[in-house]
């Protein structure tokens, strides 16, 4: 048998054929028998099996044939790729139902899909998880195939398993450093803002609260500058990895970017929850971190929002500054959650704005008295900064002096304010009016700088003012923020000859052992529990209970923001020792106080204080928050 080719010019034909010889009666050959048969046909398809088959050897995707017998999906025929990828060898799986590969992971979406489409005679392609032979899991971009027989019936499946595990995981890195933070492995502010949307719009739909803490730490600028960027990214990732091994599922830990954290807690809605653990976390950073031999030491400050559902919730001044507690004196809780790129736009541009009052001097003073609780008389005089911009008129210090501080503004412009004071008393007492102490508000970024007493001590020498007609203010959050080094600073300041008054007190936490050893002489009771006398037993509690705890420190009490004579009966029955609020005289311009001064004693009606208060602007009404 021969295979001829023939070319008739348009087609190959191979073709078989066989020759017999035929004889005659004496075995001569007298003709040849010739038959031939065309098997171009078959050739071509043994061609296209080989070609096939050589095909699925060649694959980098592996293969597999599968027979549907009985309902079971039976493994017929795997290719050499089909090896490689899972780990198998062919005869290992032929045979085999071809369920193995989806390991403990037999419920997956995809593989519901790919059932689905079979049941309906259909193509599809899915990516699923499966596994080894040694049990690591790939990543199977998996598509299937009926094959149905000439009835119409399937009777196999193809199906071809493409391994894009590298794909998936290029795909995973991506989408991670999208969403977090390489250092600290935290959630981004990316990611922190889906999950502040989602935790938003449950506590929506459940009509519950969240509560949202924004967190920097104190002293971390130190430990880069001193210590290098290696150290401080150490310290950070130590920091970070607390914060989240404490945090619930639920909550997100995020690193909002520098060394500022942003924790989302859904399931902490109450206000004692929050301080609470506001207060656990502040202990617990504040503990020394040990890296390469080095005892690190940091504080944090921290503001916080309760969000309920709906809208955000605005507190009132009085909220605003107990629920602050241990945060940045200044920022209140709607300062807190995510800045958008408007906020900082606009951050920036009031950041300008002060640059230029500072530098054009539109910075004023208004003076608020203080009266001693028997006499009523004036015994201080505390300065309260406003701001008299060309385009907005008088604004207030809440709203300008977060930003000073986070600018840096706050140095030049604390250093204006003393001055300022300073300058102003001594100017009333040389004119002969009855002389008063003057309080000026320390912010606590300038109580961190360590030159305030050397500050002090030139002013003091500038101005010739007395240092007992000088006290500084200083907020209980920004001293306990740092008690230790706090207590130096006191130290030096007081050494001065000079007042200290804890401002705002009761909205932190001083712990009684540090209140011993700070050499202050004041607390002022911070406006909020005033308000709610009357009001609120639980802070007429507080109220007359930081009156006793002072007196038996051997501290002077007084009371801000008193208003009504209730308040004023309720504070003078506790023998709180002054007082300070619009029932004697709201904070008025300069050149209102040498008349009140003269005067000596304030009366308390009310008429009295409306018509100071016409007088004098507050910088309250025509201001605007930002
Ligand atoms: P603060 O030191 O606690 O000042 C008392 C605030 O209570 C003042 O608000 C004052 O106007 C307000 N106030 C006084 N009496 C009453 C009252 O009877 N009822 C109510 N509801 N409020 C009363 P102001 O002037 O807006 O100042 C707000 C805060 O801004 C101050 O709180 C202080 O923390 C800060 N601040 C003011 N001046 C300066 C400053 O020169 N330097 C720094 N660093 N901070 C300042
Ligand atoms: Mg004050
Ligand atoms: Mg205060």
């Known amino acids: 048998m021969r295979y001829l080719g023939c070319n008739n010019a348009y087609q190959l034909h191979t073709v078989v054929t066989s020759k017999l010889p035929l004889l005659d009666g004496e075995g001569q050959t007298i003709g040849v028998l010739g038959s031939y048969h065309d098997v171009t046909d078959r050739k071509r398809t043994e061609l296209a099996l080989r070609l096939q088959s050589r095909a699925l050897d060649a694959s980098v995707n592996a293969i597999v044939i599968i027979g549907v017998v009985d309902g079971a999906n039976v ?23 071809c369920r193995f590969l989806h390991g403990p992971d037999g419920d997956q979406e995809g593989l519901t899909a790919i059932r689905r489409a079979l049941s309906a005679n259909l193509e599809a392609s899915v ?18 195939a009926p094959v149905p027989n000439a009835q119409g019936l399937t009777t196999h499946h193809i199906g071809i398993i493409n391994d894009v595990t590298d794909l998936i995981r290029y795909q995973e890195e991506l989408e991670y450093q999208a969403n977090y933070d390489t250092l600290t492995l935290l959630p981004n502010r990316n990611l922190l803002r889906d999950r502040l949307q989602h935790a938003i719009e449950t506590a929506r739909r459940r009509e519950t609260k969240i509560a949202v803490v924004f967190m920097d730490l104190d002293g971390f600028k130190n430990v880069n500058d001193s210590l290098g960027h290696s150290v401080g990214d150490r310290l950070l990732a130590v920091i970070a990895e607390w914060l989240a091994r404490s945090a619930r599922s639920s909550d997100t830990v995020a690193r909002h970017g520098g060394d500022e954290f942003v924790i989302v807690l859904p399931d902490l809605t109450d206000e004692a929850g929050l301080i609470a653990w506001m207060e656990r976390t502040r202990t617990a950073i504040s503990e020394p971190v040990w890296i390469d031999d080095t005892e690190l030491y940091v504080g944090c400050s921290m503001g916080a929002s309760l969000l309920s559902a709906g809208r955000r919730r605005r507190r009132n001044r009085h909220e605003e500054g107990r629920s602050r507690n241990v945060s940045r004196e200044g920022h209140g809780p709607q300062h807190v959650p995510v800045l958008s790129a408007g906020d900082e736009r606009e951050r920036r541009n009031l950041e300008r704005r002060l640059r230029r009052a500072l530098r054009d001097g539109e910075f004023l003073l208004h003076y608020q008295p203080q009266v001693d609780m028997t006499t009523r008389a004036i015994v201080g005089i505390e300065a309260l900064v406003r701001w008299h911009d060309p385009e907005q008129g008088l604004v207030s210090p809440a709203s300008f002096i977060p930003v000073a501080e986070e600018s840096g503004l706050i140095g030049p412009l604390s250093e204006w304010v003393l001055r300022e004071a300073c300058r102003q008393n001594k100017a009333w007492q040389d004119a002969g009016l009855p002389p008063a102490r003057v309080s000026v508000n320390l912010s606590a970024r300038h109580f961190q700088q360590r030159d305030i007493a050397r500050l002090v001590t030139s002013v003091l020498e500038e101005t010739g003012l007395e240092p007992r007609y000088l006290e500084l203010e200083l907020t209980e959050s920004a001293i306990m923020r740092n008690a230790e080094e706090a207590i130096t600073m006191l130290s030096e300041l007081s050494s001065l000859g000079i007042g200290i008054a804890i401002d705002d007190f009761g909205t932190g936490y001083s712990s009684l052992s540090y209140l011993k050893r700070f050499p202050v002489h004041r607390l002022k009771i911070d406006r909020s529990f005033v308000a709610d006398i009357g009001a609120s037993s639980d802070d007429e509690t507080i109220t007359s209970a930081i009156i006793a705890l002072a007196h038996s420190l051997e501290l002077q009490v007084i009371a801000e923001g008193v208003e009504t004579s209730a ?3 309720f504070l003078r029955e506790r023998d709180c020792d002054e007082m300070q609020g619009y029932l004697f005289s709201h904070p008025m311009p300069h050149d209102a106080i040498p008349g009140l001064l003269q005067q000596g004693v304030l009366p308390t009606d009310r008429t009295f204080s409306r018509a100071t208060a016409a007088r004098a602007d507050a910088g309250r009404g025509r201001s605007r928050r930002r």
Do not use: C, M
């Open 75 to 97: 493994i017929e025929y795997a290719n050499p790729a089909f090896k490689r990828i899972t780990g198998y060898d062919p005869s290992e799986v032929i045979g085999h139902d």
């Open 567 to 569: 308040q004023h009966e």
């Open 127 to 144: 990516v699923v998880r499966n596994y080894r032979k040694d049990g690591t899991l790939f990543w199977n971009q998996l598509f299937v």
